[in-house]
């Protein structure tokens, strides 16, 4: 009998991962079991699937690869063409002072260019170019906006950055190419990691180096800096982040390194940024390391912007150059581009710039395109792209002066505004005055060509059209020829036109007329005496003074012309006196006519020659003393228009002075007999005056004038070139009560007075640096002075071809005396014959 064996029979062999009787076969279980073989089997597999599928996944891989990189290459030329499309180009033009944080301020607002992620992943982010621009004519800055950024945005950027400075916009020249371009060029890039900070702090202006390297140009020679900048934002930031900390911990920065890492174990240390046989550095101690970190995280915190920089060394030929030419010119470029890229040594800190090759360098200056650059903060962008803060940076083209919005609550447009211009800073609206503060008086200065009459113009045309009474008086002549080229043709009928140069007759102005007759004379002798004050004495005044005021007290109509015969004709005299009641008249003229004639003839010489130089003239003997007067003053004010062309060339400049005073005189006497009239049947009138110190000779304060012309409703704008014409007095006056001003480009000295209206917002250098057309103003709005700003003028409407002559026309008819009134027929004696 076999007994059964003690051993236990072998049992079967099953897979650990088997359940329920099944067993599983996995990659991991074949490596657990035999893991060189599992290797093997895998590196079959993979033999065997290159051989089989190798060439068709190849080619697919490549094909898919060369796909993509045609995709993203013509989605980038779409995203830059839409960019191009109406692209403009921003000339900005210095302040005089370059606030050094300006261009902090700039680059921190254009961060709102930011698109939506959405827009971003479809047409791209848009960049800006900031450009430095070298000529022979100086050194012009620029900024390059694509169509696709709304206008005028960039424009208050600039302007809110640096107070003063001015923008002009135009649209972005197409590529040019006139002649044979010789051109060198290059790119600076970061030498190091863009998560280290190139330098941002400076004793100096950084931009020296670079107005330096750019002097001395020829006229063929044009250099161009391009600082090409688009704000970055999501995976951009995320990536710079991850390259910091990379930097920070001491990891390899790209995966060349990683790998090359991985085959050579031990030889690096993270974190201590050193090898195996240098001695281990602590970090906590490493006073290098730790200020990098720090400029590290300091430049993280910052808003970022994909940076690259571009610089253009170019000349124009005329003809095509001989290879020695050719050399000798390319030599000379490439010293300016040493030059260039060196000027950007300054900025080397924890990192710095490196020179690079640009293939095509004129076309890819010109096109202004941006792929892939390098990463900046808004202070490092600053520091490369601003204004010049040296105010004696050669070839700068400045702003002249300040842009300022006007202050709210500034009239705008309407029936009753008097338009002054269109604002030129903020938001551009038109600015205009109220006829109601109009009539506290407005005052103008500026030199000749700065754009006065041209104001004035707009001022009489508003006039004109709301049905407002206008009296103008050029001693030049071009303001009354511009208005008679743009008046309504309706008010023709109310033009009363006075023209020197006009051999048509002149309506008549009589000076004796008057219903006050002492008024009349004294402001007649005042006008003689202030005109003529150089040869002016107490005897020649009170000859005038009795001759007048004899004349007046005649029945009929005086006029000048009876004055020299009231001296020299005794029948005429003996006439005259017979009326007079006056014992202080009668005895002036008892002992006038004591005198012998020699003696009478000694006395009255001064006034004579006067009167003589006067009355010779046609023009003044037509207009002046031909008889009645035949214009009526105070229906000129309640809505007429007298225009007086009396210009100095034809007239004289004392006849010429005489003239437009008696006329002032005579808007005077007709406004002071508005105080018959209630306040609201006054009607709004207005009396402009060029040059006016040559007119301002009426009896009165000019305070005291001016404060009841305000009552009678009548505002009066007085213009002239600058204060030096000006008596004591007059400038007083005129500086104390005529409450709204506009001052064009002054003098340096008059800017230096003016400022005191102006200061602190527009100083003594910003009123003398004024450009044509372009004002500063303080304005009186609601009673109240409001604070100054600046604006340029309107344009005048284009003349109407044969208005001047229609006006003219039309005016004629207010040359002839006023009809009498319709009455009975004067009875006639009848013939003594016929009766018989």
């Given at each position: 009998?076999?007994?059964?064996?003690?051993?236990?029979?072998?049992?079967?062999v099953?897979?650990?991962?088997?359940?329920?009787?099944?067993?599983?076969?996995?990659?991991?279980?074949?490596?657990?079991?035999?893991?060189?073989?599992?290797?093997?089997?895998?590196?079959?597999?993979?033999?065997?699937?290159l051989?089989?599928?190798?060439?068709?996944?190849?080619?697919v891989?490549?094909?898919?690869?060369?796909?993509?990189?045609?995709?993203?290459?013509?989605?980038?030329r779409?995203?830059?063409?839409?960019?191009?499309?109406?692209?403009?180009?921003?000339?900005?033009?210095?302040?005089?002072?370059?606030?050094?944080?300006?261009?902090?301020?700039?680059?921190?607002?254009?961060?709102g260019?930011?698109?939506?992620?959405?827009?971003?992943?479809?047409?791209?982010?848009a960049?800006?170019?900031?450009?430095?621009?070298?000529?022979?004519?100086g050194?012009q800055?620029?900024?390059?906006?694509?169509?696709?950024?709304?206008?005028?945005?960039?424009?208050?950027?600039?302007?809110?950055?640096?107070?003063?400075a001015?923008?002009?916009?135009?649209?972005?020249?197409?590529?040019?190419h006139?002649?044979?371009?010789?051109?060198?060029?290059?790119?600076?890039?970061?030498?190091?990691?863009?998560?280290?900070?190139?330098?941002?702090t400076?004793?100096?202006?950084p931009?020296r180096?670079?107005?330096?390297?750019a002097?001395?140009?020829?006229?063929?020679?044009?250099?161009?800096?391009q600082?090409?900048?688009?704000?970055?934002?999501?995976?951009?930031?995320?990536r710079?982040?991850?390259?910091?900390?990379?930097?920070?911990?001491?990891?390899?920065?790209?995966?060349?390194?990683?790998?090359l890492?991985?085959?050579?174990?031990?030889?690096?240390?993270?974190?201590?940024?050193?090898?195996?046989?240098?001695?281990r550095?602590?970090?906590?101690?490493?006073?290098?390391?730790?200020?990098?970190d720090?400029a590290?995280?300091?430049?993280?915190r910052?808003?970022?912007?994909?940076t690259?920089?571009?610089?253009?060394?170019?000349?124009?030929?005329?003809?095509?150059?001989?290879?020695?030419?050719?050399?000798a010119?390319?030599a000379?470029?490439r010293?300016?581009g040493?030059?260039?890229?060196?000027?950007?040594?300054?900025?080397?800190?924890?990192?710095?710039?490196?020179r690079?090759?640009?293939?095509h360098?004129?076309?890819?200056?010109?096109?202004?395109?941006?792929?892939?650059?390098?990463?900046l903060?808004?202070?490092?962008?600053?520091?490369?792209?601003?204004?010049?803060?040296d105010?004696?940076?050669?070839?700068?083209?400045?702003?002249g002066?300040?842009?300022?919005?006007?202050?709210?609550?500034?009239?705008?447009?309407?029936?009753?505004?008097?338009?002054?211009?269109?604002?030129?800073?903020g938001?551009?609206?038109?600015?205009?005055?109220?006829v109601?503060d109009?009539r506290?008086h407005?005052?103008?200065?500026?030199?000749?060509?700065?754009?006065?009459?041209?104001?004035?113009?707009?001022?009489?045309?508003a006039?004109?059209?709301a049905?407002?009474?206008?009296?103008?008086?050029?001693?030049?002549?071009d303001?009354?020829?511009?208005?008679?080229?743009?008046?309504?043709?309706?008010?023709?009928?109310?033009?009363?036109?006075?023209?020197?140069?006009?051999?048509?007759?002149?309506?008549?102005?009589?000076?004796?007329?008057?219903?006050?007759?002492a008024?009349?004379v004294?402001?007649?002798?005042?006008?003689?005496?202030r005109?003529?004050?150089?040869?002016?004495?107490?005897?020649?005044?009170?000859?005038l003074?009795?001759?007048?005021?004899?004349?007046?007290?005649?029945?009929?109509?005086?006029?000048?012309?009876?004055?020299?015969?009231?001296l020299?004709v005794p029948?005429?005299?003996?006439?005259?006196?017979?009326?007079?009641?006056?014992?202080?008249?009668?005895?002036f003229w008892?002992?006038?006519?004591?005198l012998?004639?020699?003696?009478?003839?000694?006395?009255?010489?001064?006034?004579?020659?006067?009167?003589?130089?006067?009355?010779?003239?046609?023009?003044v003997?037509?207009?002046?003393?031909?008889?009645?007067?035949?214009?009526?003053?105070?229906?000129v004010?309640?809505?007429?228009?007298?225009?007086?062309?009396?210009?100095?060339?034809?007239?004289?400049?004392?006849?010429?002075?005489?003239?437009?005073?008696?006329?002032v005189?005579?808007v005077?006497?007709?406004?002071?007999?508005?105080?018959?009239l209630?306040?609201?049947?006054?009607?709004d009138?207005?009396?402009?005056?060029?040059?006016?110190?040559?007119?301002?000779?009426?009896?009165?304060?000019?305070?005291?004038?001016?404060?009841?012309?305000?009552?009678?409703?009548?505002s009066?704008?007085?213009?002239?070139?600058?204060?030096?014409?000006?008596?004591?007095?007059?400038?007083?006056?005129?500086?104390?009560?005529?409450?709204?001003?506009?001052?064009?480009?002054?003098?340096?000295?008059?800017?230096?007075?003016?400022?005191?209206?102006?200061?602190?917002?527009?100083?003594?250098?910003?009123?003398?640096?004024l450009?044509?057309?372009?004002?500063?103003?303080?304005?009186?709005?609601?009673?109240?002075?409001?604070?100054?700003?600046?604006?340029?003028?309107?344009?005048?409407?284009?003349?109407?071809?044969?208005?001047?002559?229609?006006?003219?026309?039309?005016?004629?008819?207010?040359?002839?005396?006023?009809?009498?009134?319709p009455?009975?027929?004067?009875?006639?004696?009848?013939?003594?014959?016929?009766a018989?």
């Open positions: 009998m076999t007994l059964p064996s003690l051993t236990p029979d072998p049992l079967p099953e897979n650990p991962l088997a359940g329920n009787g099944i067993s599983y076969a996995s990659p991991i279980a074949d490596y657990l079991l035999d893991p060189w073989g599992a290797l093997l089997n895998l590196a079959t597999a993979a033999r065997d699937w051989v089989a599928w190798g060439p068709t996944a190849a080619g891989f490549v094909g898919l690869v060369t796909g993509l990189a045609v995709l993203r290459r013509a989605r980038r779409r995203n830059h063409t839409r960019l191009a499309t109406d692209a403009r180009l921003i000339t900005v033009l210095a302040p005089p002072t370059v606030e050094p944080t300006g261009a902090i301020t700039l680059w921190a607002n254009l961060i260019l930011l698109h939506p992620a959405w827009k971003r992943l479809l047409h791209g982010q960049h800006l170019s900031f450009e430095y621009d070298f000529t022979v004519n050194l800055i620029q900024l390059w906006v694509p169509g696709l950024v709304p206008p005028g945005l960039v424009e208050r950027a600039i302007e809110a950055a640096w107070p003063g001015h923008t002009r916009t135009t649209p972005a020249p197409p590529p040019h006139g002649g044979h371009v010789e051109a060198i060029g290059g790119e600076l890039r970061l030498a190091r990691p863009e998560a280290l900070p190139i330098r941002t400076f004793a100096t202006d931009l180096a670079l107005l330096n390297a002097t001395g140009l020829s006229p063929h020679e044009h250099i161009r800096v600082i090409l900048a688009r704000p970055v934002t999501g995976r951009r930031l995320a710079a982040r991850r390259a910091a900390r990379r930097l920070h911990t001491g990891r390899p920065g790209n995966p060349i390194s990683s790998f890492d991985l085959l050579t174990p031990g030889t690096h240390t993270h974190g201590t940024r050193t090898n195996s046989s240098a001695p550095l602590d970090r906590q101690t490493s006073m290098d390391y730790t200020a990098q720090r590290i995280v300091a430049k993280q910052e808003p970022q912007y994909d690259r920089i571009r610089y253009l060394a170019a000349t124009t030929l005329t003809a095509t150059p001989t290879p020695q030419e050719r050399t010119v390319q000379g470029l010293g300016r040493h030059a260039l890229a060196s000027a950007f040594a300054p900025f080397a800190e924890h990192n710095h710039y490196r690079t090759r640009l293939h360098p004129q076309a890819m200056v010109v096109s202004r395109r941006l792929d892939a650059g390098d990463l903060s808004v202070p490092e962008l600053a520091a490369l792209a601003h204004l010049p803060l105010e004696a940076a050669p070839g700068l083209h400045r702003a002066a300040r842009a300022l919005p006007p202050p709210p609550g500034i009239a705008t447009t309407g029936p009753q505004i008097k338009p002054l211009g269109i604002s030129d800073a938001h551009s609206r038109p600015i205009g005055l109220h109601a109009a506290h407005l005052h103008i200065l500026g030199k000749t060509g700065s754009g006065k009459s041209e104001l004035i113009a707009n001022l009489v045309l006039d004109a059209e049905g407002r009474g206008a009296v103008v008086i050029d001693p030049k002549g303001l009354i020829h511009d208005l008679l080229q743009r008046l309504p043709e309706e008010v023709g009928e109310k033009v009363v036109l006075f023209d020197a140069d006009s051999p048509t007759r002149p309506p008549v102005l009589n000076p004796l007329e008057g219903a006050d007759t008024r009349t004294d402001n007649l002798v005042s006008i003689f005496a005109i003529y004050a150089s040869s002016w004495g107490p005897r020649t005044e009170d000859i003074r009795a001759s007048l005021l004899t004349l007046t007290a005649q029945p009929g109509t005086p006029t000048l012309l009876d004055v020299p015969k009231l020299t029948a005429f005299r003996a006439r005259a006196t017979e009326h007079l009641r006056d014992e202080v008249l009668l005895g008892a002992g006038y006519n004591t012998s004639d020699p003696a009478r003839a000694h006395i009255i010489a001064p006034l004579m020659n006067k009167l003589r130089g006067l009355l010779l003239r046609p023009f003997r037509n207009a002046l003393a031909a008889g009645p007067s035949t214009v009526d003053m105070t229906k004010l309640d809505g007429g228009i007298c225009l007086v062309r009396i210009g100095k060339d034809a007239l004289g400049i004392d006849t010429t002075s005489l003239v437009g005073s008696i006329i005189a005579a005077w006497q007709a406004a002071t007999r508005r105080a018959r209630p306040q609201r049947r006054r009607r009138c207005a009396l402009y005056v060029d040059e006016c110190h040559n007119f301002l000779n009426l009896p009165y304060p000019l305070e005291d004038l001016l404060a009841e012309a305000r009552g009678y409703r009548l009066m704008t007085l213009a002239h070139q600058h204060l030096d014409q000006l008596t004591k007095d007059l400038h007083a006056g005129i500086s104390a009560n005529t409450r709204s001003k506009v001052f064009f480009t002054a003098s340096p000295e008059d800017a230096r007075h003016l400022a005191r209206h102006t200061h602190p917002r527009l100083t003594e250098h910003d009123l003398s640096h450009g044509a057309f372009h004002i500063a103003a303080r304005l009186l709005t609601d009673g109240e002075e409001t604070h100054p700003f600046t604006a340029r003028t309107r344009k005048l409407p284009p003349a109407v071809p044969g208005r001047a002559q229609a006006i003219r026309t039309a005016a004629a008819a207010n040359t002839r005396p006023p009809t009498p009134a009455g009975p027929a004067p009875r006639t004696a009848r013939d003594p014959r016929r018989a």
